[in-house]
């Protein structure tokens, strides 16, 4: 009985930290594309698009979903992390096309087959993975219970990450978001706000969207 009002004591004075959720989704999925063609034409991760002053948010996501789709791809299939992909663009003379490509497609999404087109033949891969990192969102707000009546602070943290593959034919072939939320209420409770951790969960759940492939 001691030992239970210690833990009492303990989490009385601590609080709980909220889990993170992995909320992760599939919006779109071409018809007849699967992990099989990935596996046939390969695929590789384009640097991570962000927002100015994002830049200490964009490494470790582009990390960890390189880790993670390692992870789940077969030993067989042809990959480049964002770091390789970048470094063989640059070697190449691609990076002003590559950001012309990435500039049009946000003003009129649609992608440029011809530079497209030319980033596969040198990458020598059939798909590229486009991703799109959202601002790391912490919100505070004070709600009332519904039962209680009491105010209460509710805290939310997310972070998503939208995400297409391209064939290097100029289609999109697979849209979703690798995304993790956590929130908690009252003064007792927090919420995680460790933004590797986020990254972490959010990416494992684009890599598993992408490899079962299946529209939710």
């Not at 004591?9 to 909320?23: H, K, P």
């Amino acid at each position: 009985m001691k030992y239970f009002y210690l833990l009492l004591g303990f989490i009385l004075l601590n609080g709980c930290v909220a889990t993170i959720e992995n909320t992760s989704r599939t919006s779109y999925v071409k018809e007849n594309f699967n992990t099989s063609s990935i596996e046939k034409g390969g695929i590789a991760l384009l640097p991570i698009v962000a927002g100015a002053g994002q830049e200490s948010l964009r490494r470790p996501l582009g990390d960890s979903i390189s880790y993670h789709i390692k992870q789940y791809k077969s030993a067989d299939t042809k990959f480049f992390s964002y770091k390789k992909t970048a470094e063989i663009l640059n070697t190449s003379g691609l990076t002003e096309k590559y950001q012309k490509l990435i500039s049009a497609y946000k003003e009129t999404a649609i992608i440029d087959k011809a530079i497209i087109k030319e980033m596969g033949d040198t990458l020598k891969v059939q798909y590229l993975l486009a991703v799109s990192l959202n601002e790391f969102n912490k919100t505070s707000e004070l709600k009332r219970g519904i039962i209680s009546g009491q105010l209460h602070t509710e805290k939310t943290v997310n972070v998503t990450a939208f995400a297409q593959i391209w064939d290097s034919n100029g289609d999109v072939v697979w849209e979703g978001e690798g995304s993790a939320k956590s929130s908690a209420s009252g003064e007792l409770n927090s919420v995680e706000e460790n933004y590797d951790k986020y990254c972490g969960v959010a990416a494992q759940g684009l890599a598993e969207k992408i490899f079962n492939i299946n529209k939710d």
